[in-house]
Structures are given as structure tokens and as C-alpha cells.
């Protein structure tokens, strides 16, 4: 028994997903009833979600992408798209959560960057959404993994999304630890581009008082953002001279006494910042002309079934 739990499982072949009849599909989230797309919208996350990472994964995501499955290469009014801002906040809901899904993918963040309408309607429910929480933790999750790629970093931070996330953060107490979390690691994807930093140049008094609070949060996951946030920050000059005005070094010690290893020595390299007289010099590792994407997935949802099967039923395409 020993000898067989050692041994290496062998792969089963996993077999492909029936394919989907996309034009009815898309037909009927666009015109059929609030049940009917929150339905649709839930089976296609769950479709992508609960399927085998690999080769029936990867099929499904670019049946998705073949079909342009949320119109992100089309430029119709009446595009799946709009399901984001519709009026039943459970259909915006199932739609933030599908987004997302699709995002944790480096092929998924490829297909929604195709267009920069799915960047600005994330954005505009993002700051409009103040009843569902849910939703609004789905498009954060989204727009955090959107700033993994260059372009979509530059636009984000032209629409003023840093000072959005340092008025959130203000009351952090106030957050889910999702919102928590994922505003604070958007912050600091933001802040490692140099147009980031002179933005928050404009508010350093603001933005270091709200990364110093939260260095003493105790959601301990968001610590290594604010340290990468605040050592990103303190290599423009002006923010330098305003830490250094409110004490910043000695806030700083204070936390590496309680810290463990790994946050006292990036508190060291935080300090040595701090103290640094030297001036950037207009190449930054961050400003690479290279545009990037990260290879690694997020961790999708958890599995939920075959349920979604059943629902996408009708949708199924006959073979000849």
C-alpha cells in the first residue's frame, strides 16, 4: 500500500468539451430574460472554471476567444458587454465574475486587452458600484490582473485609478480582505511605473500616510504590496523629503521589531531608499519598451459540478 501511494499517478486522458452553438448563445444574453443570462453567465464561468487545467481548458478558453464570445472585437451597441452595466445587479454580478475568470488566464487578458472598452467599463463600474460587493471585488480582481500588462497599466493610471485605491484605502477596516488585498497589489502595479510615481508625487502626504497605516494592518498578506508600493514610491525625490519630514524611518523601525525575518529585511531596503540621495534617471527597470504578461495563473473559482452542462445544453452544436 506504501509502495502504491508512491508511485506516480497516470495521467488519464481528459476528453474535450461538446462544443456550443455561440450565435444563440450570444443571441439570448443579449435579448433573453434576467434569468436567463445570470444562468448562462454562471455556466460559462463554471464551463471555464471546473475544466481540466491543460488541454480541455485551454480548448474552452479559445472556443471563448474564436467566438468573440464577450464582443470585444466587434464595436455593436448591443454586445454582451453591456450585461456589466445592466439593471439587475445579479446578471452584473455573474458578468464581473466571468471577466474575471477569463483575466486569470494570460490568453484571456490578451483577448479582453484586445479592446479598450472592456478597460473603461470595468473602471466605470468599479467606481459606480457601491451595493454589491461581490461585484465590485470581481472587477477589481479583474483590473488587478489587467495591470499585468503594460499598456493596460499606462491607461489605468491615466484614468486616475491610483487615486481611487488611495481613497479606498484610507478606510481599509471598512474592506472585505479580497478589496483589501487586491486594491493594495493594483496600487503597487501601478506605482512600479514612473508615470505612477509622479502621480502619487501630487498627494505624497496622502499616500504615505495611507501605506504607513497600512503596515500595521493585521491582514498580514498585504504587507509585502505596501513595502514594494513604498520602496517604488521613495525613489522620487519630493516623496523622499515628505517622509523623511513625517518621521517615516522611525515608523518604519517600529514595525521591524515585531516583523519576521522576510519583512525586516524589506523594511531595511525600504530605509536605505529612504535615505537615498539619488535622483532617477529617466530608465526605469519598470519602463521596459517591452510590453510583458506574467505566464501564471490566478487560482480560478472552485469547482462546482457539471451543472453548467445542463444549462448550456440547448446551446450544444450538432455534429454532422
Known amino acids: 500500500m506504501l509502495r502504491a501511494s508512491l508511485a506516480p499517478m497516470k495521467l488519464k486522458d481528459v476528453p474535450l468539451l461538446p462544443s456550443l452553438d455561440y450565435e444563440k448563445l450570444k443571441r439570448d444574453l443579449i435579448v433573453g430574460s434576467d434569468r436567463l443570462k445570470a444562468f448562462l453567465l454562471q455556466a460559462l464561468r463554471w464551463r471555464l472554471t471546473t475544466s481540466h487545467p491543460g488541454e480541455q481548458r485551454e480548448t474552452v478558453l479559445q472556443a471563448y476567444i474564436s467566438n468573440d464570445l464577450l464582443d470585444c472585437q466587434g464595436h455593436s451597441q448591443s454586445s454582451v458587454l453591456q450585461l456589466l452595466h445592466g439593471r439587475s445587479h445579479v446578471v452584473r454580478q455573474y458578468m464581473a465574475r466571468l471577466i474575471n475568470a477569463i483575466a486569470s488566464l494570460a490568453e484571456g487578458r490578451l483577448y479582453l486587452a484586445q479592446s479598450t472598452k472592456v478597460l473603461q467599463m470595468l473602471e466605470e463600474r468599479l467606481k459606480e458600484e457601491d451595493k454589491d460587493v461581490v461585484t465590485r471585488e470581481n472587477v477589481l480582481g479583474a483590473l488587478q490582473k489587467f495591470s499585468l500588462r503594460r499598456p493596460l497599466q499606462t491607461a489605468m493610471i491615466q484614468d486616475g485609478l491610483i487615486f481611487w485605491l488611495i481613497d ?13 488585498e487586491y486594491s493594495v497589489a493594483l496600487l503597487m502595479n501601478l506605482c512600479l511605473r514612473s508615470a505612477g510615481k509622479n502621480m502619487c508625487a501630487s498627494v505624497a502626504g496622502l499616500v504615505l500616510k495611507v501605506l504607513s497605516d497600512l503596515l500595521g494592518h493585521e491582514n498580514h498578506e498585504i504587507q ?13 525625490p519630493s516623496i523622499r523629503e515628505e517622509a523623511r519630514a513625517m518621521g517615516m524611518e522611525d515608523i518604519l523601525r517600529c514595525f521591524m521589531k515585531e516583523g519576521n525575518a522576510e519583512m525586516i529585511r524589506q523594511i531595511e531596503f525600504i530605509i536605505k531608499q529612504l535615505n537615498s540621495e539619488e535622483f532617477p534617471d529617466g530608465v526605469l527597470e519598470s519602463d521596459d519598451d517591452e510590453d510583458e504578461d506574467d505566464e501564471v495563473s490566478w487560482r480560478l473559482f472552485t469547482p462546482v459540478g457539471n451543472l453548467c452542462q445542463t444549462i448550456l445544453s440547448p446551446f450544444l452544436a450538432l455534429k454532422s
Open 168 to 180: 479606498i484605502l484610507k478606510e481599509p477596516d471598512c474592506l472585505s480582505d479580497y478589496t483589501l
Open 224 to 236: 509585502p504590496y505596501v513595502n514594494g508600493a513604498l520602496y517604488s514610491i521613495l525613489s522620487i
